[in-house]
């Protein structure tokens, strides 16, 4: 069989999703290709996947008639974002959102709630075909990609988008190069019940040794822990139950939060973390997006908002391609390049930066990141634009 659509997106990931409702508002036909389904988390539980989503994907979402369809009462506003140097002299710097002029500076939205949004926008939208299996190759011609699928399907497109993670398939069909540099730590992710209230306040602690060690507010009294450990440290973790995790976590958290009960305590996940960069997000008729197109540490909590702003700007060069031009046009695919270079590369550097920073044991360079953290909070301009980048709006 052969189905024909100006865009075929591989990937069904939140990033895929997004980018089929995007291209089906703009009135272009999509085909969605995912791999089989696996089971979703139990309902009513708390997903250990959790995202901190900025404005401008809040703004992409409300757009696409997404942020409407989440469970409010399982979203989390951050109203503040406190974070915190380590050793004797910790500097610490706090971004509030009244100082931002923003009711929020993020939101926390777990990735199933994400996803049932989603789906339930992908039901009403016209122009899209979900076709499910895998593709074992990709051709191009003149004006075309064509995959074939493993049962002999052929899905015809004029534009192919990877949104298919972080071991893009796609990304491999082109000559593309990559760069992946591994950070030799583990996110180990889960959910706890806090004994104060955590006042939308987003905790990070940074520390040579013991890594990332974030804690943020889901809602109730429930926080969610994302800890960047060094893998040796990510292993010990791991091996230990939910109740030694707490208990190590209080020297940080027991001041703000009290005393953190698990909330699942077989809930936990892990992930490997890396800095992946391939060489460019085009290729002719076919362009990258999401974790197709980048990995970044997750300090920032930015991976994903990335995806969103990735999509936003690839919509508009297609939709925006004029009638001569078909969607996978060099020149559209050119336009989406060169919009997305410049946050993409600030968003590594600036994450790849602090990670390096902060993974550092030696004194000086402790005496520096803290000098720093203390310096940023005393200025309010540099400050306003930190946090203009952080949500995603300019001040
Ligand atoms: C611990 C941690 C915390 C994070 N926190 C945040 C945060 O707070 N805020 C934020 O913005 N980002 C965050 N991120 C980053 C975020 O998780 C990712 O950037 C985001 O999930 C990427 O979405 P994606 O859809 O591009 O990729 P994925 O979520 O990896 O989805 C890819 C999809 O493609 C499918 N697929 C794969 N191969 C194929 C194939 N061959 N054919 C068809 N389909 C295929 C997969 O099944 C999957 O559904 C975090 C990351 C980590 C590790």
């Keep these: 069989m052969q189905i024909q659509s100006e865009i075929c997106i591989v990937g069904d990931g939140a990033i895929g999703k997004v980018a089929a409702l995007g291209f089906a508002q703009a009135g272009l036909s999509v085909t969605l290709l995912s791999p ?30 997404v942020w409407d369809a989440l469970d409010a009462a399982r979203v989390a506003p951050v109203d503040t974002m406190d974070v915190h140097g380590d050793g004797a002299q910790a500097g610490a710097v706090s971004f509030d959102s009244y100082a931002a002029r923003v009711g929020a500076l993020a939101w926390i939205v777990e990735d199933r709630n994400l996803n049932q949004a989603l ?51 796609v990304r491999a069909q082109t000559d593309i190069g990559v760069d992946y540099r591994s950070y030799g730590q583990r996110a180990i992710v889960s959910n706890f019940q806090c004994e104060k209230p955590h006042r939308g306040v987003a905790h990070q602690w940074f520390s040579a040794q013991e890594g990332v060690i974030a804690l943020l507010p889901l809602p109730g009294n429930h926080v969610s822990l994302v800890w960047s450990a060094p893998d040796a440290m990510a292993d010990q973790l791991l091996k230990g139950s939910l109740s030694e995790i707490a208990q190590r976590l209080a020297v940080y958290a027991g001041e703000p939060l009290g005393q953190l009960t698990p909330l699942q305590p077989e809930v936990v996940k892990s992930f490997p973390l890396a800095l992946i960069r391939p060489h460019a997000i085009t290729a002719p008729r076919i362009a990258l997006i999401g974790d197709a197109a980048h990995v970044v540490h997750p300090l920032a909590g930015h991976g994903m908002n990335l995806g969103f702003a990735d999509v936003e700007a690839l919509v508009r060069s297609v939709a925006g391609r004029g009638e001569h031009r078909d969607c996978g046009d060099a020149r559209v695919l050119s336009r989406y390049a060169r919009a997305r270079k410049e946050d993409i590369l600030l968003m590594q550097m600036a994450t790849d930066g602090l990670a390096r920073l902060f993974a550092t044991d030696l004194e000086p360079v402790r005496v520096v990141r803290n000098f720093g953290l203390n310096l940023v909070n005393r200025l309010p301009v540099l400050k306003r634009r930190l946090i203009g980048h952080a949500v995603g709006k300019s001040f």
Aim: charged share 15%; aromatic share 6%; net charge negative.
């Design 36 to 65: 089989q389904r696996v089971a979703p988390v139990a309902q009513g539980a708390w997903d250990a996947r959790v995202y901190a989503v900025n404005h401008t994907a809040h703004h992409l979402l409300s757009s696409l008639k």
């Design 119 to 169: 789906d339930a926008a992908l039901r009403f939208a016209s122009n899209i075909r979900f076709v499910q299996g895998s593709a074992v190759s990709v051709a191009m011609d003149a004006d075309a990609a064509r995959v074939t699928l493993d049962n002999g399907d052929v899905i015809c497109a004029e534009l192919l988008v990877g949104a298919d993670g972080a071991q893009s398939w």
